[in-house]
């Protein structure tokens, strides 16, 4: 079983910046992560990707675009998310996700996420 662990979430005020980190660890198994990304959900909406990382290359949605940076430690297995500007509409809880390629030879795959960092954007 692969498990990811977010932290770094909190209450930051308007412009304020954050970074969120996503560790990932197996038990028992060995495994090769092909992407990861990070969603929010704030209340009464819908979760949402926020960015995603796949050899290499990012994306992120429209919203946050030249003020969330993305990155990946492989070595280490962590993902972040490093938010600047922050603004209000940002806060949500923000949720680390993996696509993992498991066991021998990597055949088997599946879709891991973490169990939320909360993230306050407020005066």
């Known amino acids: 079983q692969v498990q990811l662990v977010e932290s770094g979430g909190g209450l930051v005020q308007p412009g304020g910046s954050l970074r969120l980190s996503c560790a990932a660890s197996g038990t028992g198994i060995i495994f090769s992560i092909n992407a990861m990304g990070w969603y929010r959900q704030a209340p009464g909406k819908q979760r949402e990707l926020v960015a995603v990382t796949r050899g290499g290359s990012t994306n992120y949605v429209d919203s946050v675009k030249g003020r969330f940076a993305i990155s990946r430690d492989n070595a280490k297995n962590t993902l972040y998310l490093q938010m600047n500007s922050l603004k209000p509409e940002d806060t949500a809880v923000y949720y680390c996700?993996?696509?993992?390629?498991w066991g021998l030879g990597y055949k088997n795959a599946l879709i891991t996420w973490g169990q939320g960092t909360l993230v306050t954007v407020s005066s």
């Open positions: 996700n993996a696509e993992v390629a």
